[in-house]
């Protein structure tokens, strides 16, 4: 099973900053990997797919990259909407998430 | 637009059975493969099961395998997921979803239906 790891846990930014976070897969998924945002009480909602592509209606300050075994996402300039948990998901061996990191106001 | 309400949750006791279901609006229903995604409290995301548009198809996560069912009637709309021995491992709040490229991803979920194992 390939597992995927988000570090740190936790992230604080101030509204306007860049935000980069990682996502590590155990073996390579190829490009077979998607961010998710969720808000407290909320569903998950599709950010990127096939590591780099943007859902439809997500804002251009989402972007994602990477492959094989390393990923990242990058929100270039924070808005307050943004502050919520994000997961990675991988499609290339089953499906997995990864444990989720927290994007929290500094 | 796409709407997804799940039912079905509630308390059961350990070892007792629950069936949840899915309604579909908005979409091709019979066109789209389907899932189901848990969410244990204050915890992260687990794919529970996929089915494919014609219900065909079916996979598994292995902790559920033997113990849940996933089906859909497709002349309803409506998705189903039949639980049997439940344990306190299975409490969750269970999200139904659509498939997105065929099998890989989920466009749009439903806001959850919440499973309680206790005695």
């Known amino acids: 099973e390939v597992v995927l790891t988000q570090s740190p846990a936790t992230l604080s930014f101030s509204p306007g900053e860049r935000a980069t976070l990682s996502c590590r897969a155990s073996q390579s998924v190829s490009s077979c990997l998607a961010w998710y945002q969720q808000k407290p009480g909320q569903a998950p909602r599709l950010l990127i797919y096939?590591?780099?592509k943007r859902a439809t209606g997500i804002p251009a300050r989402f972007s994602g990259s990477g492959s094989g075994t390393d990923f990242t996402l990058t929100i270039s300039s924070l808005e307050p909407e943004d502050f919520a948990v994000y997961y990675c998901q991988q499609c290339s061996d089953w499906r997995t998430f990864g444990p989720g990191t927290k994007v929290d106001i500094k | 637009q796409v709407h997804l309400v799940e039912s079905g949750g509630g308390v059961v006791q350990p070892g007792r059975s629950l069936r949840l279901s899915c309604a579909a609006s908005?979409?091709?229903?019979?066109?789209?493969?389907m899932h189901w995604v848990r969410q244990a409290p204050g915890k992260g995301l687990e794919w529970v099961a996929i089915?494919?548009?014609?219900?065909?198809?079916?996979a598994y996560t292995d902790s559920v395998k033997g113990r849940f069912t996933i089906s859909r009637e497709n002349s309803k709309n409506t998705l189903y997921l039949q639980m049997n021995s439940l344990g306190a491992e299975d409490m969750a709040v269970y999200f139904c979803a659509r498939d997105f490229e065929i099998g890989k991803y989920i466009d749009y979920w439903g806001q959850g239906t919440l499973v309680t194992v206790s005695s």
């Open positions: 096939d590591a780099s």
């Open positions: 089915i494919g548009h014609d219900g065909s198809y079916k």
């Open positions: 908005g979409f091709t229903f019979k066109t789209y493969g």
